[in-house]
Each structure stands twice: as C-alpha cells, then as structure tokens.
C-alpha cells in the first residue's frame, strides 16, 4: 500500500496557513477590543485554547508561544523528516515504519487545521457581533469557580461591554446586560452574611460610577432601563428584600454618583423615589417585643441597630439636600420636599415634626459631635474641598434643615394630633441644652439668608405663606432661646448631686490636705502642757466657699478640677502660710546677712552646740549652697508667703513647736453637715445643694449682695479642720534672712551684733 500526493496536499494546506491566512487573522487579532474601547477583551481572547500561551524554558531563555504558533511551528519542522530520511531502527520493515514521515506531517497538518478552524472561530466572535460575544463572555463567567484569577477579567470586560452601549446606544445589549446584573447583584446579596454590612466587588462599584458620569455627560435616549438602574442605586441598594445593611463603602460610592449627577433633575428623581421605597419599605421601624415574665425588651439590640441604621439613611438625605440647595438646583428641591407615594402623603425621607430639624440641626453644625468622619470630608461638595471652605458644607446642608424648617409652615393637618409648628421637645442634658443654644442663634443666621433667597423661595412656592406667618417665622428662634434658657435653669436647679463627684471631692480634698500636714511633719514634737506658752497658740483652719452646682450634677458642662481646686486653695492659703508664719511670730532674735558672711556668723551663732536645728523656709539655690555644711541638720519647708524669701530658722530641737489636731464643734458638725475623712488628722468636708428648701438656713448666710447678683446656681462646700500649734515659754529662736540687692529688707547685722546660743539644759537634751 502507498500513499500518494500527502506531502504534496499536506505541504500546500501548511504554506497557505502559513503565508496568507495567518498573517490577515494575526491583524484581526491585533484589533481586537478596539471596536468596545476595551483593555481587557484581548486579554480573554488570549485564554482561549488556540490563543492560549505556553512557556517553554531553555537553560535561562523563557520563551512564550501560543498553542496555535506551537503547533505550526512543530508542523514545519516535521518537512525536516521528509528532507532528510533516516533509515528504519533495528531493521524495521513495515507500513508505518516505512511512512512514518510523511504519516507524521500528515497528522500534525490535520491537527494544525482543526486548531487553525478553531482559532478563527475566536477571531470570527471576538470580533463579530456585541451580542453573540457578550453572551459568549457572560457564559465563560458563570461557568468559573468564585475563586478563579480569570473570572475578575470576565467581569471588567462585560461592564466595558456596557459603557460600549450606554455609548453606541445599543439597545440589542440591554437585555442581556439586565439579566446578568440582576442575577449577580442578587447571587451576592443572597450569598451574603446579613448581619454584616455588604461590599459589593470594587469593579462593581466602579462600573456604577462610571455608568453615572457617562449618563450624566450624554443623552441616553434608547437605553432608560440601565440608565435608571445606574442612577437611581437600584443595584447597590439592592433589587430584593433582603434586610442587609448598607455598608460605609456603599455610601461612599452612592454620595460620588450623587456628587457626578446632582445637576441633572431627571436623575435626582430617579434616586430619590428609590431611596423613599428602600427607606419606607425595607428599613421599617422594628416594633419592640415585651416579655411581660422578665418585663424586659427581647430585641432591644436590633431595635438599636434598625434605629441607627435609619438614621445613617436620613443623615446621608440631608446631606443630598445641601447639595442640591448648594447647586441652586431649586426645581430638584421643589420636587423632593413634595414627593410621596401615598395618600394622606407620607413624606419618609423628611422630618415631621420641628424636634427632628432641631437635633438635625444640631447634630450638622457641631463639628465637635462624636463621629468616626467629619461631615465635611464624608459628603464633600464640589469646590468646598479645601481647608478654607471646609465649613461651607456643614452651612448648607444647616441651611436645607431651615428651609425644611419652613416647610413646615406649609403642610396641611390630616389628624387632630398634628402640629408641624410647636416647638421642640427640648433635651433634659444641660450641655445639650447649651449646645441647643449656639444652635438657635447659628439657625437664626441661616434663616435670615434663606429668606434673603428670593428666587429659592418663588420657586419653592413660599412666598405666601411666608408673608402670612412672617411674625410667627422670625419670633420662633427667640421663643425658643427663652424655652431653652428657663429650661437650663430648671435643670440645674432640680439637679441631683452626683454622689460620683462629691466622693471624689472628698478622696481628692483628704489627699491634698493631709499631703499638706505632711510637708511639715519633720518640725514638729511632743510638748508637755505646762511648757506650752499659752499667750502664743496659733491656729490653722479649714474654709468654706460657694462654688457652681453644674460641677457637682452629672450631664452638664464639666468643671476642670472641681474636685481639688478649693482644697489646693485651703493647703495654699492656711496650711502652707500659717505653720511657716508660726516661726515669724515666735522668733526671739532676727539678723539680716549677706552670702559672704552669712556662713560665718552661721558659725558663730551655733558653735559648737549638738542639739541645734535648722528651719529653712522657701530656700533658694545660693542659700542651699550656703547650708552644706549644715545639711544633715537642715529641715526645708515650704511657704505661700510671697515676703518669705530665703530665711531660716535656727533653734534647738527642744524649741521646735508642736501641733495638736483638735475636733470641731458638733453644732458645726450638724451645720454644715459634715463628713469625716481622716480619724487621725480630723478632716472634715461636705457639699450642700443650697437650692433645696431644706437648706434655706444654710442658703441664708449667704444672702449677700454677691451671691444676690450672682444667677449662678451654687453649692456650698466645706473643708473643715482644726489645728493648734504650740511653742514653748522659754525658747531662743534665731531668725537669719539672706540679704538680696534685688529688695529693701533693711539694715544688714555684723558679726559682732551675733550672740551664741546657750548650751541646752540637761532636761532639753534629754528630750
């Protein structure tokens, strides 16, 4: 058996492959993707089986082919066979042996062929019609794993696929581009933890976006059902019912599509009848559920995140309100402020009432308000993004709350209940309150430039009625001041005490004061009654001072240091002046030297007497430096007295005074109903609501043309102790100051003027 004419035939089909239809198919390829502006459908057409690359490794050589230029490349090698024959091995005789040459080109033709029929298929599809290859590319996706690299490819292709007809207004592709949406929107959603907020693929967002800023730069004449899925957030809010809350990536993306297509009436629409329906619909209130056997809310915690996540919603809508007003796009806002899709009309996406305008209002101009993003950077207006207009945004959304404000002035009562006008229900929390209060008088400025807005209001159709009820209108903010200002009073006056605060007063007033006490142990000893001088008892006291209620009630304006600012002031002004003041008062000698013979006469004054103490009183550096030698019987102590400068008090140890801490009266006890802090050192404190009618006693000896004048509600607070502090009868009690050119401090001693102590008695060096 031969076999005729198969390298001839075989050889012909190869060079036309070759020579004339792989170059014509090769620029076919290269265009690829050019007709959809696309970047990644050449990208798919090189996955395909007979565009699919192979990678061949030779030493440190990578080369890359496809499978249809490996195949014809094998094939032309095979001509090597029949140019050079090569003699059967180990004496082969037979028909395949034989021919094996030309069998071999045979099949590797008949291969290349079919690979070669296959390739121009692709080349046929991925450039014939959009429909054919979108549904081509769309079935290729659903047939990947969720985890394949390939499949994020797929779907940037198809949405070029739908930019291409949004462009070419190719309405062959809508159907086909709906379903596929439709279905993958829902496979996610459905997919979806619900308790988790969604992200949706980024391409998918992007994709959205850029249908906006597309749509919003064209006309679209043939293409509404993807053009009102694009604009209205019909995708990314979601097609079904699934309770999913929205993620911050979702709003995000929602605020840039809004931000692109705000200046368009007819898309505003669109996306404000769906976020009325999504809000009405599927964000519905969650009604509580009472367990009458615990008596307690058995989903309190899913009422709190539907409440929260409605708010979000509302917080997001008043944003796009001060967008539109910013963009003077008043027919949007005409239409919005109107719409409903019920009877009587149920407005969802606006406040009912003026109490949800005001703490709107409050919650948008208090940029100090608890949130994870400034409201500037989270809905940024065109142009307001720079650091000196920042504020602008929190402006003009304030400023649609006042034309909301307004509005309410022009809605019509379906039931008795209704009353669109009464003021707000005001916060029972004095720093809201006061918050409340800076918020009126900012409404006041933004109502002033609303009304200035002729055109806004003519358009809105205000102008009657705000000619009607102008008095009302401009009385409102004042009325409510007054109803704010009474209220703040009310609430701090009928505040209760927080029993928080009045126990850190008094663990702070009990620190500071014995820390105080302290500072003094080293000076003072044990004296017998009868050496007591009892012509010289100095005493040291506790105080007592008003001071304002709002730093002792919880939910009111904080007080820095309220708990230790009265105590520092009674350590200052009585412990730290008057035990130091007790060396002044009892001295027996005084001498004023200078540095250089202040040591000296030091010298002469002690000698060389065991016993003696030094008392240095606000010491400074260069008298340290002169008390060196004298350091290990040296005591330092601190002064308030600003006169006290450098001096020290030179004495023997059986002089040094002694400090008795005696209990107070009980008729002051009961007074100022006090407290004790310290058994040891008789500390007592208290703090007194003045304002309730059973301390009207209290109240009354502070009836003063002061406290009269004073509208302040106040407290009154004790700090209550009593120390004596004794010196002995028969004391030699040396004061030496440190001469300063800096002061007048009077005529210097010498040396000579110094007289020596006397040695200490027996009985005083025992003790």
């Given at each position: ?232 957030g019909w995708w990314l809010l979601g097609e079904d019912f699934e309770e999913i809350p929205i993620s911050e990536e979702t709003y995000n993306w929602l605020w840039r599509n809004l931000y692109v297509i705000c200046d368009n009436e007819k ?248 820390k105080a006490f302290e500072s003094y142990d080293d000076i003072f000893i044990e004296l017998d009654d009868k050496e007591k001088d009892d012509e010289l008892k100095l005493s040291v006291t506790g105080g007592q001072t008003l001071m304002s ?219």
């Amino acid at each position: 058996m031969t076999i005729n004419y198969i390298v001839e035939i075989c050889i012909a089909i190869d060079i036309a492959i070759l020579g004339i239809a792989y170059p014509i198919i090769v620029d076919k390829i290269s265009n690829i993707g050019d007709r959809y502006k696309s970047n990644y459908l050449s990208v798919l057409f090189n996955k395909e089986i007979p565009q699919r690359p192979i990678i061949l490794k030779f030493r440190k050589k990578r080369i890359e082919l496809s499978i249809f230029q490996l195949a014809l490349y094998v094939t032309i090698i095979s001509f090597l066979f029949l140019i050079f024959p090569i003699q059967p091995l180990f004496g082969w005789d037979n028909f395949f042996i034989n021919n094996s040459a030309k069998l071999l080109v045979f099949v590797l033709t008949v291969t290349l062929t079919i690979l070669f029929f296959q390739w121009l298929n692709k080349v046929v599809l991925f450039n014939g019609k959009p429909t054919s290859l979108l549904s081509y590319v769309i079935k290729k996706y659903n047939s990947l794993k969720k985890e394949s690299t390939d499949k994020p490819y797929f779907l940037k292709t198809i949405n070029e696929f739908t930019f291409y007809a949004i462009d070419k207004q190719d309405e062959h592709l809508q159907e086909t581009l709906l379903e596929f949406y439709y279905s993958e929107f829902s496979s996610i959603r459905k997919n979806h933890d619900k308790s988790k907020p969604l992200i949706y693929p980024a391409d998918l967002y992007s994709m959205v976006h850029k249908l906006n800023v597309q749509l919003a730069n064209s006309s679209n004449l043939k293409l509404p059902a993807i053009e009102h899925r694009a604009v209205s957030g019909w995708w990314l809010l979601g097609e079904d019912f699934e309770e999913i809350p929205i993620s911050e990536e979702t709003y995000n993306w929602l605020w840039r599509n809004l931000y692109v297509i705000c200046d368009n009436e007819k898309f505003v629409k669109m996306y404000w009848s769906n976020a009325h329906q999504y809000l009405d619909f599927r964000l519905q209130p969650i009604l509580e559920n009472y367990d009458f056997e615990s008596r307690e809310v058995t989903n309190k915690e899913e009422v709190q995140k539907r409440i929260q996540q409605r708010r979000t919603f509302l917080e997001f809508h008043y944003a796009l309100g001060g967008l539109l007003l910013y963009r003077n796009q008043y027919k949007t806002l005409k239409y919005i402020l109107n719409y409903s899709q019920s009877l009587p009309p149920k407005f969802v996406l606006l406040p009912e009432t003026m109490t949800e305008i005001f703490e709107w209002f409050e919650e948008f101009r208090n940029e100090f308000k608890n949130r994870q993003t400034p409201i500037d950077i989270k809905f940024y207006f065109p142009e307001l993004d720079n650091l000196g207009n920042r504020r602008q945004v929190n402006y003009w959304i304030c400023c649609y709350l006042t034309v909301l404000f307004l509005r309410q002035w022009t809605l019509n009562k379906y039931y008795t209940f209704q009353d669109f006008t009464a003021l707000p229900n005001l916060p029972n929390n004095v720093v809201e309150l006061n918050n409340w209060l800076a918020t009126v008088s900012f409404f006041e400025n933004c109502l002033n430039d609303v009304l200035s807005n002729k055109e806004l209001i003519n358009t809105l159709g205000y102008t009657e009625i705000i000619a009607d009820k102008s008095d009302e209108i401009k009385n409102f903010p004042k009325i409510l001041k007054e109803k704010i200002i009474d209220k703040i009073g009310q609430e701090k006056l009928n505040a209760p005490l927080s029993q928080e605060k009045i126990q850190n007063f008094e663990n702070k007033s009990n620190e500071i004061i014995t820390k105080a006490f302290e500072s003094y142990d080293d000076i003072f000893i044990e004296l017998d009654d009868k050496e007591k001088d009892d012509e010289l008892k100095l005493s040291v006291t506790g105080g007592q001072t008003l001071m304002s209620k709002s730093a002792f009630t919880d939910n009111d304006i904080p007080h820095l240091n309220y708990d230790s600012i009265f105590a520092s002031q009674v350590s200052q002004n009585s412990i730290k002046r008057f035990i130091p003041n007790s060396f002044l008062i009892s001295r027996t000698r005084r001498y004023l030297l200078n540095k250089d013979n202040f040591l000296e006469g030091l010298n002469k004054l002690i000698g060389d007497k065991p016993d003696i103490v030094i008392v240095a009183v606000n010491a400074g550096y260069h008298l340290k430096e002169i008390l060196k030698d004298y350091e290990a019987i040296t005591k330092y102590i601190p002064s308030t007295e600003y006169r006290i400068q450098d001096i020290i008090y030179v004495l023997h140890k059986s002089d040094l005074p002694s400090i008795e801490h005696r209990d107070i009266l009980e008729q002051e006890k009961t007074d100022s109903q006090l407290k004790l802090l310290n058994e040891d050192l008789k500390i007592y404190a208290s703090v007194i609501d003045i304002s309730n009618p059973e301390n009207e006693k209290v109240k009354e000896k502070w009836d003063s043309k002061e406290f009269k004048d004073n509208s302040e509600i106040q407290v009154q607070i004790t700090i209550a102790f009593l120390a004596i502090i004794y010196w002995r009868k028969e004391r030699d009690i040396v004061q030496i100051g440190l001469s300063s050119e800096f002061k007048e401090q009077g005529i210097q001693s010498t040396l000579d003027e110094i007289k020596p102590f006397k040695k200490a008695s027996k009985k005083d060096n025992e003790k």
